[in-house]
């Protein structure tokens, strides 16, 4: 493979679940990965076994953001491809929340999501070509109570994905949402919340699915959603 064939894609939060199973999947067809995640030591450690590159990125940092891409630009040329995906979980009572807790959750599932695509869309327009893909939920499909500032973080990025889907179609750059229902990952584990995960689809099921969307560079697939059909209880 030359390096103007090679598809340089970035992963955020690859450190476990979704991000960490496609960066795997992403490698085993042929893309050019790039693993990142805010904890160095899981980043060294999984890049290594791997063997892909891996990155030192906290997306809710911006001078990390500008820092870290312009690193994986001159380490590996221009960037085909990113996955926003890292993302965070809160739930429980509005009014119950700390301010710190829900600006984190905002800061690195919209914010994160708004600036690194930010840092690489304006090279893909000037090359013609480029994808990204937002990992939102189905969480931004509805509302209910007890979720209101993580389905807040994803509602916000399914109206900015769709926007910039019909802003950079025609410059030939793809904006693609994928929304996933319950997923068996960290997630819930890592906020301190106990979910029978049981139902829920594997980080394989969602890793599949990405692959679909990413693959041919003709087709945007728009907002695609899906559930395991134990999940339907
Ligand atoms: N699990 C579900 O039921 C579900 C359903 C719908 C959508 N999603 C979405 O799917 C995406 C992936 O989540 P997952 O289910 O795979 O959960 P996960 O296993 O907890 O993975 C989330 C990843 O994001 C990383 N991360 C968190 N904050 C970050 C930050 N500031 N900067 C960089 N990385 C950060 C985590 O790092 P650490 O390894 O250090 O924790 C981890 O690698 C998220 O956007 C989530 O909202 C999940």
Redesign the pocket.
Known sequence: MTDTDRKVIIV?????????TLVQRLKDAGYFPIL????HE?VANLSDEIGVPGYH????NEDHIQQVVASIKADHGEVWGLVN?????LEGEFAEHSTKDIRNVIE??TL?TMLMTHAVLPDMVSMGRGTVLN?????ALYTRKMISV?AAS?WAIRGFTGCLEVEYAPKAVRVMGF??????????E?AGIERDLDV?MT?DQ?ADMIIVMLGDENMVWSHVSGRSIQDYV
Do not use: E
């Open positions: 955020t939060g690859a450190t476990s679940g979704i991000g960490l990142t995640g805010r904890n899981k990125l906290d997306v809710a995906n890292a993302g965070i979980w690195t599932n994160g990992v939102v939920s189905t969480g993580y994803k929304y996933p229902g319950k997923v068996n990952s960290n997630m819930y890592t829920a980080p969602a």
